[in-house]
């Protein structure tokens, strides 16, 4: 129904907003719960890092892999072989584009553009595979489903799932309100993380450490990711359809016009 008074049709948009969206403030106390957990979380990084730079590969990874692969079924070979075929090139980035396009096009501008910046994490992580420079699990030691002729650590498909979809998580975490459906797309989100995970181990294409070490380096890059796009929200597209934020108070020494 048109507004009499502007002459204009409601935004469906603002429809969507006002029923499923959090106020601004119930968003930022979630955010920085969230962004306190994925940091502490992060702070192992370093230490694994030296260490898989120093062995090929550790106990606990010939322990875990074993008992990971002696799970194996027709059933289950397909899940893992399909959850890892979505972490690789083209449909990785055929996925990353059309989310992102969809956050934009909804009206969760800054989201989108803060989705985006999570994904440069990739590239920290590839650096980080040229430094450590990890060979990929032997098959002389586990079942190796194919072998990939890149380093092992940290996991890409991880490291990417660990950001692109965490950060999807914290929107749908601080963004809609309290519902079955929120509490049921977080769950969605979270699992497909952790079967990431064990995918490549399951494959033979990580080392337990190499995921691990995927995760924790994922988590500090998705804290900065969300102190970036808290740092902006007020910001940039301020008046964006969806979920809005209230501009950025003044600063001390400015003077009201």
């Not at 429809?15 to 959090?22: F, G, I, Q, R, S």
């Not at 992102?100 to 096009?105: E, M, N, P, R």
């Not at 995921?211 to 900065?224: E, H, I, K």
Request: with cysteine; charged share 15%.
């Amino acid at each position: 129904m048109a507004n009499p008074e502007s002459g204009q049709e409601p935004d469906p948009r603002r429809e969507l907003d006002a029923k499923l969206v959090a106020g601004a403030g119930t968003r930022r106390r979630r955010a920085r719960v969230f962004q306190a957990f994925v940091v502490a979380s992060s702070a192992l990084f370093i230490g694994i890092a030296a260490l898989a730079h120093a062995f090929p590969y550790f106990p606990v990874d010939l322990t875990v892999t074993r008992a990971i692969q002696s799970l194996q079924s027709p059933a289950l070979d397909q899940v893992m072989r399909g959850i890892s075929w979505i972490g690789f090139t083209p449909q990785v980035d055929v996925f990353i584009g059309l989310v992102l396009l969809a956050l934009y096009f909804t009206g969760l501008r800054w989201e989108a553009v803060s989705a985006a910046f999570g994904v440069c994490g990739i590239l920290l992580g590839l650096l980080i595979k040229l430094i450590v420079f990890r060979p990929r699990p032997s098959a002389d030691l586990v079942h190796v489903f194919r072998e990939l002729s890149s380093a092992a650590f940290p996991s890409g498909h991880v490291l990417m799932s660990t950001v692109f979809i965490g950060f999807l998580a914290f929107l749908a975490y601080t963004i809609l309100k309290s519902s079955w459906a929120r509490g049921l797309l977080v769950t969605a989100f979270g699992t497909l993380i952790l079967l990431m995970g064990m995918s490549r181990i399951y494959l033979g294409q990580h080392w337990f450490s190499d995921v691990v070490g995927a995760y924790l380096l994922g988590g500090l890059w998705l804290a900065l990711t969300i102190r970036f796009y808290r740092w902006g929200k007020p910001r940039f597209f301020v008046r964006q359809p969806v979920a809005p934020a209230d501009p950025a108070p003044p600063s001390p020494g400015s003077r009201a016009s």
